[in-house]
């Protein structure tokens, strides 16, 4: 079965613009959830889906949004784009909400 | 914010020694879970233990829990040149929803 697949692995973005991230969850998991990681740091909590309804956000800005549609899969979206966003984007799918499979992530860099 | 601290930040050891790493967190859990990654891409879930667990096997790996000192540590024994990785706790909590906490990680070089 194939993992968790995020797409693109690398992006480069300027100030000021808008990014839409993709995530496609094992298949049987409802649950997805982001996450932010900065370089030397732990993964941050974003947002969490689970049936396609947001059950959980985590202390971002509201120019961070997310959806899941019918399949699972998921996109993150932040608009106006600010240095600070440049990170590696984690998505994560999993069945009973406890164990997290891990996609391999988005780099993000914002110039 | 971070849920959890991990200590110690690094730990260089011998391949064949053991390393132990140390998880503090701050509020009630569900569970502890502990994941590694390497080269800063995805994370790999190790290992699980619940809030009413006090220690767990898996393999070389062996997690403790106490939930008196919020506090877990991860032992991996006769340490390879391939766990050399970051590794990181991440609480479980239940409120509405599961969210996994993660911790700010040890990186963790198994010298040759």
């Known amino acids: 079965d194939a993992g968790v697949t995020q797409s693109p692995t690398h992006l480069i973005k300027t100030r000021g613009q808008h990014v839409t991230l993709r995530c496609s969850p094992i298949s049987g998991h409802k649950s997805v959830s982001w996450y932010q990681q900065v370089l030397g740091q732990g993964p941050q909590f974003i947002f969490q889906?689970?049936?396609?309804?947001?059950?959980g956000r985590g202390n971002f800005p509201d120019r961070f949004s997310a959806r899941q549609f019918p399949n699972y899969s998921s996109e993150l979206n932040v608009n106006a784009l600010l240095l600070g966003d440049s990170a590696l984007y984690l998505c994560a799918s999993s069945l009973d909400s406890e164990k997290l499979f891990f996609g391999s992530g988005t780099q993000l860099s914002v110039l | 914010s971070q849920q959890g601290e991990e200590d110690p930040q690094a730990l260089s050891i011998q391949e064949g020694e053991n390393a132990t790493m140390n998880c503090s967190y701050k509020t009630s859990i569900n569970n502890l879970q502990w994941y590694r990654q390497n080269s800063g891409r995805g994370l790999v879930h190790l290992i699980l233990?619940?809030?009413?667990?006090r220690e767990k096997h898996s393999g070389r790996l062996r997690v403790t829990l106490d939930t008196s000192k919020k506090s877990s540590s991860l032992l991996i024994t006769a340490s390879r040149a391939a766990d050399t990785a970051s590794y990181f706790c991440?609480?479980?909590?239940?409120?509405?929803?599961?969210?996994?906490?993660f911790g700010t990680g040890t990186k963790l070089q198994v010298i040759p």
């Open positions: 889906y689970y049936e396609k309804e947001e059950r």
């Open positions: 233990i619940r809030s009413n667990e």
């Open positions: 991440a609480s479980g909590m239940r409120g509405g929803y599961q969210k996994v906490t």
